[in-house]
């Protein structure tokens, strides 16, 4: 699949923007028109550099407002549209985007618009230029593409063909299935762009709510499914209006738009192989070099797929790194945690509690970059790593890197654990462990003898991790874990806390034996008053939590108040509403079951929670979040 992207998707110069392009790997770019207009470059000068980053030039856009005019705009519009062509031609490009009529004065008449457009063809042929015309989903007469084609096959001339942009089509709710009965030869260029579901006007969601695929909930590989069916083999490029990623690191965006590319390519795969099973008994040879599904039919455009990982099979170690290590260890210990002895080679230690482990790493945390919104001391405790348990941690690292995931090799010596390993957005480092059946790990062996079994005591595992995400990479991060990890990102909720809405998104394994938690804060929020933490789901919690408490934990300390509430709500036993505020217990009850938790004071920029399960209850207590996020900030404004 030959991958594109508009210039207007990155922020930057031009120069910076094709710069970019060419480092993350796409083929070719779109030149928006008003990146060259307030450029320095000449076009000769844009040619010549796209040719030497190895970069196709393979549409200009946008051109506007053409079409359903009077006879005197027509004029005017054609002669604007030749001048377009003429510079084209200084750029070495020949196709040319021609949006659908948007303007109030326009004449609604196809006979109209079948007799414009033959014009415009019949010129963009005496320049050798190709126009591919697009229904914008807001257009004032032409808003649905099956029109558009329509329009086009009326004008039938070999210069004029339609564009196909998944926003223009899904966010109208179109079928995308008569696609496949386009004339490909008649597609002259293809668009790609995902959205979250939102309920607002058209345009508006256009101009700004844009993202890359996989990032929000339209059908994206149902859409690319249909047009490979239709037999279109040319590019299939990014346009993405999003007022984030504009602001956002320009080579950074790039790479994370052609991740969205390699992944969308592959759920394409996936979906003509569940949806469109052929006779044919030969394969397809992708772009990378692999053999597709043998039984599927064989379509013009390639489509490569990656290495396949099955979903993890839970954590095997989370990782907090600190200077300062005295106060993680006093508060793993009160929470019940053995320390197990110190690595043979590196400055860490490793605290169990079952099969939960946490490593503490005495190397001094580095200030996270400027750019991600997110300062931290160099000094205070925060979560460094998080490992996985996966079945082959050198296919599923392949496959991260082929995502375009930075390799993060741990040093290690003879006899000690290869840790497969990767950068999240977030800084965070993802290792790819052996999962095994019993849930024991052989590098514990690296802290003493007989520790590659779980230390007696409580049963617990790691039951969720939430890692605060960079507001201007957060939707990176969704679809980072998606297509590296497997992870199936959940419903997204808003949680209220004292200094604005935090937005919360939860990435799970279907057997939710992974719950990660990706947690937007507000922009005024830095790690002082937002922080991160790991929760760890036990047996028993009140039993735990008397153990606790008898140990000297500090509780993050709940108000009276909302036992008080949770009595109206719930309908407690006196003597249970006791017991949980005695401790300091939070409750919640849906109708699959109960969930109690509680929460510890902050070291440095991690806390710990300790949860118990009961029935089905799959959540994460979210009605008792703005209480959590209240009492935290009140207790970190008196510190």
């Known amino acids: 699949m030959r991958t594109g992207i508009a210039t207007v998707c990155l922020s930057g110069t031009l120069k910076e923007k094709m710069q970019a392009c060419a ?184 101009r700004h709510y844009r993202v890359f695929p996989g990032e929000g909930q339209f059908e994206l590989a149902k859409f690319m499914g249909h047009v490979v069916r239709a037999g279109y083999s040319g590019p299939v490029s990014l346009e993405i209006f999003n007022d984030v990623f504009r602001q956002s690191d320009v080579e950074r965006t790039a790479v994370d738009a052609m991740r969205s590319l390699i992944w969308l390519e592959e759920q394409s795969a996936k979906w003509l192989d569940a949806n469109a099973p052929a006779p044919s008994g030969a394969g397809i040879t992708g772009a990378a070099g692999g053999t597709q599904a043998p039984g599927r039919r064989r379509y013009p455009m390639e489509l490569a797929t990656l290495p396949q990982v099955t979903e993890p099979a839970g954590y095997n170690f989370a990782e907090v790194r600190a200077a300062d290590t005295k106060g993680l260890e006093t508060v793993l210990g009160q929470l019940g945690f053995e320390f197990n002895g110190r690595h043979r080679t590196k400055d860490v230690q490793l605290w169990s509690l079952g099969h939960a482990r946490v490593i503490i790493n005495e190397t001094a945390p580095a200030d996270r970059d400027d750019s991600t919104g997110i300062a931290t001391s160099a000094a205070a405790p925060a979560i460094a790593a998080l490992g996985f348990d996966v079945d082959s941690p050198v296919i599923a690292a392949a496959r991260a890197q082929q995502l375009k995931a930075p390799a993060v090799p741990r040093k290690s010596q003879a006899n000690e654990e290869v840790f497969q390993g990767f950068a999240a957005p977030d800084s965070t480092d993802i290792f790819l462990c052996q999962g095994t059946s019993d849930g024991t790990a052989a590098w514990t062996r690296e802290f003493g003898e007989g520790l590659e079994k779980p230390a007696a005591g409580p049963t617990a595992v790691i039951d969720h991790v939430n890692l605060a995400q960079p507001w201007q990479h957060f939707d990176e991060a969704v679809l980072f874990y998606t297509s590296a990890l497997a992870l199936e990102p959940q419903p997204f909720a808003e949680v209220p806390s004292p200094t604005g809405l935090v937005r919360s998104q939860v990435m799970a394994t279907g057997d939710r034996a992974v719950r990660l938690v990706l947690n937007l804060a507000p922009l005024n929020q830095q790690r002082k008053t937002y922080q991160e933490h790991i929760a760890f789901a036990v047996d028993d919690l009140v039993a735990t939590a008397r153990d606790c408490k008898a140990s000297g934990l500090e509780f993050l300390q709940i108000p009276a108040n909302y036992y008080e509430d949770l009595d109206a709500r719930f309908g407690l036993a006196p003597d249970f509403l006791a017991t949980l505020q005695e401790l300091n217990l939070l409750y919640d009850r849906d109708a699959d079951g109960e969930f109690l938790h509680f929460y510890t004071a902050t070291v440095g920029s991690v806390f710990f929670e300790m949860v118990e399960r009961r029935g089905a209850y799959d959540g994460y207590g979210a009605p008792n979040a703005p209480v959590r996020h209240a009492v935290q900030y009140d207790y970190l404004q008196r510190r």
Not at 51 to 56: E, I, S
Not at 93 to 112: G, R
Request: hydrophobic share 45%.
């Open 23 to 206: 480092i993350a790997g796409f083929d070719g770019i779109e030149i928006f028109e008003q990146d060259l207009v307030t450029s320095p470059l000449t076009p000769e000068d844009v040619r010549k550099m796209a040719a030497d980053l190895g970069l196709t030039l393979d549409l200009y856009q946008p051109f506007r407002d053409f079409d359903s005019v009077s006879e005197d705009l027509l004029t005017a519009n054609l002669r604007r549209a030749e001048a377009k062509f003429k510079l084209m031609a200084r750029l070495g490009m020949d196709t040319i985007l021609v949006c659908s009529n948007v303007a109030t004065a326009s004449i609604d008449s196809d006979d109209l618009r079948v007799e414009q457009l033959g014009n415009l063809a019949a010129l963009a042929g005496d320049h050798g230029v190709k126009v591919a015309y697009e229904a914008l989903a807001w257009g004032k007469y032409v808003n649905d593409y099956e029109h558009a084609h329509k329009l086009v096959e009326a004008v039938d001339h070999p210069n004029l063909g339609t564009c196909l942009d998944s926003f223009h089509i899904l966010s109208r709710s179109w079928d995308t299935a008569p696609i496949e009965a386009f004339n490909p030869e008649k597609i002259f260029f293809v668009q790609v762009a995902d959205a979250p579901e939102l309920s607002m006007d058209v345009l508006s969601w256009s």
